[in-house]
């Protein structure tokens, strides 16, 4: 709906007065937003003008605005009320620039004729939004922030003014204000000021924005911001942390993130806004986050300034900086950090050491009273704890102290101080330093390495040119120094510092004295000063004090035992070895007890003389004697020595320092194979080593002079040299006996000649196992050999507890064996067992005693582990174990006492355990009983089945478990059995006793045969009711008798409920009629009638 011309007159007149009937006047209610003067503004108790402030004046100030819009500014009201109509332009023209009562009346002529066309609504709604925003500053200049929500309702009553009424609309044009502001503040003043935080505070309540705007008005004034500046500004030059633009963004950015975070932004959303202002700038995030920083710290360094200045006044507190960072958003460690540098720089500052001047003298340096009760204090303000505290201290203190305490020490090494005098000016120096007590030893030890550093570092100066004369002099220089370190240290009473090399000379610690030497620096050093020691020496031998202080130079260097003895052997050495070489050619050429003694005296000499150790000597002299020992070994008669060289070689292991255990390596090298050969000749023959020659062989051992244990080793290599060819003859009769010609020349890859071939005959020994093999005595000699010789070993493998003693559990070993050896494979090495094996089972009287005890060392000189024997034993008791019970059975129907007595006899000849010899009994028997059910079932009659039956009950077998008699076939034994009783009477509802015979005998459920058995009864009076009618249809009603009497008898168990299905009734009745008619003579007459009851029931004819 649009409103005439006349329309907007007569509302225009009826708001004039007075005369003034076409001037408009605003409001009152905002005549204070809209003056013409503004050359001033409201005060907003800052200390300067805000930029933000000066920014919306310039803003509100734009000459560039349109007249139509300037007259919606002066009028609001009336563009309000005349956006409801069509004005016409001469009106708005009019009314705009001429509102006077004299030109009123043009005014309303050209109402009247309208003739200079008309202004639509959506114009006006236009010019409006244009002229809000300028207004929504005028009042935040107009009112100020002081009051934040009273300048807020101005602001609302501006949207009401204007007629606003999208709030979306108005909160953008507000956010628009704010960004002008913000710019403002950037833009005026690059250097940011904390009271700018609360001015933007105050300006988003004054302007109700939510988050939301608040993110959209700061993105939107960096983008300005960025646009505008890199305008004159080369972006290169923004990386320049001096210059003015650099410094306003980074302004732009510390506001920006105070902004976000007080407004109490998620993370989600803080990162999303500052990202957008960061990306505004073409930074990232992280580098934003870093300007934020720039701009915090110099903040929070200026208060902690201002808490050192006025520490002690009360006006400062851990709460007050508390505060601080949290306007400023600072972290917890940069905080800390800060807080570390402000004490740090009050340290030094209470020291007199300032960075500006350099202080000459720094001995003066020191805290004057009161000082540690300050730092306390300030220490508890900024949250630092006794150790960060007392380590800035020690940080700025310490290089102090080091510097007294070097100068007195080296006073000391020059002889111008006591050990007394410099402890206590070093103590004192400590205490005005305030360094804790606890720290003295770390900074007497860093000083006592400082000063023994310098002499050692000036001898490898010296060392890398060879100047011996200057290493050896600066090397004594240091052991001095050394000797008054440790007088200073005893004052101190502290017992870690008694063992001086291993505290300061430690080489792997690179603090130590000695740290910064290198491995090989350090150990030329020490051999230098060595053989400069024995230079000068005055009769060319090494003293006992010369010793000792070469000693203390190894312990001052660092250098280990190992790596001295390596530096002794080079220097020293070669006297030695000329004094063992000597004496190995004297003494092995022609040997008397007198050389043996100056010998002697020679290397003893040596050794006296260099100070060398026996380790180094038995070293040396281990090599000689090896050779002395090849040199004897050539001379003796049949390679064994005689007394006097015996004799020769015992006094070169005296003055070569050897233990008897050094010389088994050398004379087992040289004299073995003559000990070797010995035994071969003492076994003869026969293979067996007589007792006297036993002896023999023990006194041969000493005297070529090799230890018991390798001499084992020898008696074994002689042993198996003569078993292999036993076992290997053993073998070949085995092969030649069991293979045929063919298969013989197969196996050992040669033609055979036709004597050496199996008989062919089949084997006809006892029980099946019996075989034409005659090897029994060769194999009984292999094990004499092995038994008589002793080569078996008893090793412990564990202990047990016998008769509560702990006892140990001991273990046969073979450690020579016929499989270990080569001489034969696995397969007749379990061939050649299962044949003894047998052969003793055959074997009767003594002779069978004899095999049996000497099985398991015959499977053991095999080769043969014991679970293999016990296996190949198995194997064997089970086909002996299966051919006699299967005979005996056969033969009795059972094993009788007499049977079993044989079987364990059995057990005893085969080596198997009680254990096994009733698992193999239950295996025979459940294998022939397997066999005997399998025929009966072929064929099965009552009586077989019973006869089995009782067989297996007397035996102690259960049908299931132990003869392994399925399921089905227990169930078919069971109706086999009963159903041949039913039809002959013998089993009846009065006499069930057999039923229950038979489902204990087959170890049957009861509830399980019932099933069955009612089943069987069922199923039998179908079949009988089957054949009863058929015969019925053929008219022989004497052949329906006996089937018409198994009706009645099976419906005598179920009470007459058979479930029959009679063809029809009459047939039912015949059936009862024929029954009916039968002579019941010598029957009782109840019996009788009970029975037809029940064939009625099962005819059903009666129910």
Not at 96 to 116: F, I, K, M, Q, Y
Not at 469 to 492: G, R
Not at 866 to 876: A, F, G, P, T
Request: aromatic share 6%; hydrophobic share 40%.
């Amino acid at each position: 709906m649009k409103f005439t011309s006349l329309t907007v007159v007569a509302l225009l007149l009826a708001e004039s007065k007075n005369g003034d009937a076409f001037t408009v006047k605003q409001p009152m209610s905002v005549s204070q937003i809209h003056q013409n003067s503004r050359s001033t503004l409201s005060p907003l108790n800052f200390a300067e003008i805000s930029g933000g402030m000066e920014e919306l004046q310039e803003y509100t100030d734009a000459k560039t605005v349109s007249p139509l819009e300037k007259q919606v500014r002066k009028s609001p009201s009336f563009w309000k009320l005349a956006g409801y109509a069509t004005v016409p332009v001469s009106a708005a023209l009019g009314f705009g620039l001429v509102p006077s009562r004299r030109l009123a009346a043009h005014a309303a002529g050209a109402l009247v004729t309208g003739v200079a066309g008309a202004i639509g609504k959506s114009k006006l709604d236009s010019v409006a939004e244009v002229a809000t925003p300028p207004a929504i500053a005028q009042a935040i200049l107009d009112h100020g922030l002081d009051d934040p929500l009273t300048t807020a309702g101005y602001v609302k009553e501006v949207q009401n003014v204007f007629g606003i009424v999208d709030d979306e609309e108005f909160e953008c044009m507000c956010s628009d204000v704010y960004s002008k502001y913000f710019l403002g503040m950037v833009k005026f003043n690059p250097i940011a000021k904390t009271s700018e935080l609360k001015e933007l505070t105050k300006l988003r309540q004054a302007l109700s924005l939510s988050n939301l705007q608040v993110g959209e008005a700061h993105s939107a004034a960096a983008a300005e911001w960025f646009r505008q500046t890199c305008l004159f500004t080369p972006e290169e030059d923004l990386d320049d942390p001096d210059h003015p633009d650099r410094q306003a963004m980074d302004k732009l950015f510390f506001l920006t993130e105070r902004a976000l975070t007080q407004g109490g932004e998620t993370p989600e959303a803080f990162q999303f806004e500052m990202t957008r202002v960061a990306t505004a700038m073409k930074l990232t995030l992280p580098e934003a986050m870093e300007r934020v920083a720039d701009v915090q710290e110099p903040f929070y360094a200026r208060a902690l300034k201002s808490t050192r200045t006025k520490l002690g006044t009360n006006s400062v507190s851990g709460s007050t900086l508390e505060r601080a960072r949290e306007t400023l958003g600072l972290d917890e460690q940069t905080a800390f950090d800060m807080h570390i540098t402000a004490f740090n720089e009050e340290v030094k500052e209470l020291l007199g050491l300032s960075e500006d001047e350099e202080v000459e003298d720094m001995s003066s340096a020191k805290f004057s009273e009161g000082a540690q009760a300050r730092l306390d204090q300030l220490a508890e303000v900024l949250g630092l704890t006794p150790e960060d505290a007392t380590y800035e201290i020690a940080a700025e203190a310490t290089p102090l102290y080091q510097a007294t305490a070097l100068e007195a020490i080296q006073g000391v090494l020059a002889g111008q101080g006591t050990p007394d005098s410099t402890w206590e000016q070093v103590e004192a120096r400590r205490e005005e330093l305030l360094l804790p007590e606890s720290k003295s030893k770390d900074l007497i030890a860093s000083m006592v390495m400082q000063a023994l550093g310098g002499p050692l570092e000036q001898t490898n100066k010296f060392a890398k040119v060879n100047n011996e004369v200057a290493v050896y002099d600066n090397i004594l220089e240091a052991l001095e120094a050394k000797q008054a370190l440790i007088a200073i240290l005893e004052k101190s009473g502290w017992n870690e510092f008694e063992n001086f090399d291993k505290t300061f000379c430690d080489p792997w610690d690179k603090h130590s004295a000695n740290g910064f030497l290198r491995s090989d620096e350090r150990i030329k050093i020490y051999k230098i000063f060595t053989s400069r020691s024995l230079r000068n020496s005055e009769d060319g031998k090494i003293s006992d004090e010369m010793f000792a202080r070469m000693a203390e130079v190894k312990g001052l260097l660092g250098i280990s035992d190992d790596q001295a003895e390596v530096e002794s052997r080079a220097t020293f050495g070669p006297e030695l070895q000329k004094a063992c070489v000597r004496a190995l050619n004297e003494i092995t050429a022609d040997y008397t007890p007198e050389l043996a003694k100056n010998m002697k005296k020679d290397i003893d000499a040596a050794v006296e003389t260099y100070k060398l150790t026996d380790h180094f000597v038995r070293e040396q002299g281990a090599s000689y004697y090896a050779k002395a020992v090849s040199v004897i070994s050539e001379k003796s008669p049949g390679g064994i020595p005689t007394k006097e060289m015996n004799e020769a070689l015992e006094s070169l292991q005296e003055m070569y320092r050897l233990e008897k255990e050094d010389t088994y390596p050398s004379h087992m090298e040289h004299f073995g194979t003559v000990y070797r050969k010995s035994i071969v000749e003492a076994m003869g023959s026969t293979g067996i080593i007589r007792p006297d020659l036993k002896d023999a062989l023990s006194d041969l051992r000493d005297r070529l002079g090799v230890q018991e244990e390798d001499t084992k080793q020898l008696f074994l290599e002689a042993v198996e040299e003569k078993m292999v060819p036993m076992v290997e003859w053993i073998n070949s009769e085995m092969e030649r006996t069991m293979l045929s010609q063919q298969q013989l020349a197969k196996r050992r890859g040669k033609d055979m000649g036709q004597d050496m071939f199996q008989s062919g005959k089949a084997a006809d020994g006892v029980l099946g196992v019996g075989a034409e093999v005659q090897i029994m005595s060769d194999i009984m000699n292999l094990v004499d050999f092995y038994n008589e010789n002793e080569i078996a070993e008893e090793k412990e493998i564990g202990t047990e507890e016998v008769d509560g003693e702990t006892v140990p559990v001991l273990e046969t070993s073979y450690p020579i064996t016929a499989l270990g050896s080569g001489a034969i494979d696995q397969e007749m090495a379990e061939t050649l067992y299962r044949q003894f094996v047998v052969g003793a089972f055959t074997t009767q009287g003594e002779q069978a005693s004899r095999y049996e005890t000497s099985r398991a060392t015959f499977g053991g000189i095999l080769g043969l582990t014991s679970e293999k024997m016990e296996d190949v034993n198995s194997n064997i008791g089970s086909t002996v174990y299966d051919n006699f019970v299967s005979r005996s059975m056969a033969q009795k129907g059972a094993l009788d006492q007499q049977d079993m007595m044989f079987l364990a006899n059995i057990q005893g000849k085969i080596g198997l355990s009680a254990e096994e010899g009733e698992k193999l009994l239950m295996e025979s028997q459940k294998k022939v009983l397997s066999e005997e059910i399998n025929s009966i079932m072929d064929d099965p009659t009552p009586e077989s089945m019973k006869a089995f039956r009782e067989k297996c009950n007397m035996m102690g077998m259960d049908l299931a478990e132990d003869v392994g008699i399925s399921k089905p076939r227990l169930i078919r034994m069971f109706e086999s059995e009963i159903i041949p009783g039913l039809k002959a009477g013998e089993i009846t509802a009065e006499n069930s006793e057999i039923l229950t015979e038979i489902q204990e005998s087959l170890n049957l459920e009861a509830e399980e045969c019932e099933e069955m058995f009612e089943a069987t009864i069922l199923r039998l009076s179908k079949q009988a009711l089957g054949l009863t009618t058929s015969e019925l249809l053929r008219g022989r009603d004497d052949n329906a008798v006996d089937t018409i009497k198994e009706i009645v008898l099976y419906a005598s168990f179920v009470d007459g409920d058979l479930g029959l299905e009679v063809p029809d009734e009459a047939t039912a009745y015949q059936i009862f009629n024929i029954y009916e008619a039968l002579d019941f003579s010598g029957i009782d007459d109840e019996a009788v009638e009970e029975n037809k009851r029940l064939l009625k029931v099962a005819l059903a004819l009666e129910q």
